[in-house]
């Protein structure tokens, strides 16, 4: 069975790290990735939001100059939710949990294996071929579920709250879908993690609880008093609607 995906894969790579960088690409390559490589953040900002040039996925450092990465992060997610892998010097905490919040779709400290970058690339490519492939799908009546004025769209894999589309990285989007699903019903941790497929989540890390936290405001929501997610203690996440 090869280990080359269907087609090319479009990866912009940004990092000051230019042996890495080669590193990265030399392993990719045959693989059936095309990487282009960029080393500021401001080059990475115009690279990554530059229409004619539609990215798969993108690989970010934190530390780069002329602009950090979480704020590179900021940019590209103001025109674009293209996956993002962040990459962090030591994998602390802090930074992952900051890249979360401002949109990544996952991370990587700087000492992953070449392994464990494929299966995480894979990981986000997949999600993100899946959302594509729901737009495009045509046919059968697209399947919602409407909790007061949030309309999510589980075929097309969108959300509008009243006539305002809510944009939503695929992590908060199999969030979103899974609460609401289960609307009224408790949704454990472990049980959201497992429903976040293709992803190499531990059930203690904090990630969850991020993305929770995000996607909230995305839902105009507060936690002290929740319109749309409410917070079960000692249990996880129940979805509950306004009144």
Known sequence: MSDRPEGRTRLLMI???????????????PLGFDVTAVH????????????????????????????????VLKRIRAKSTVPVLMLTARGDETDRIVGLEVGADDYLPKTFSTRELLARLRAVLRRSAATAAAEKSAGAPPTEVVIGPLRVNLDARSAVMDT?????????????ASLAKAKGRVKTREALLDECRDRNYDV??????????????????????????????????MMVGPE
């Open 15 to 29: 990092d000051d790290d230019r042996k890495l960088c080669r590193l990265v690409t030399t392993y990719l390559q």
């Open 40 to 71: 500021t953040g401001p080059e990475g900002v115009e690279r990554a939001t530059t229409v004619e040039e539609p990215w798969h996925a993108i690989l970010l450092d934190v530390m780069l100059p002329g602009l950090d990465g979480f704020e």
């Open 204 to 237: 203690f890390d904090r990630s969850i609880d991020v993305h929770i936290s995000s996607l909230r405001k995305k839902l105009g929501d507060d936690a002290k008093e929740p319109k749309y997610i409410r917070t079960v203690r000692s249990a996880g996440y």
């Open 164 to 176: 305002t589309p809510l944009v939503l990285t695929p992590v908060e989007f199999d969030l979103l």
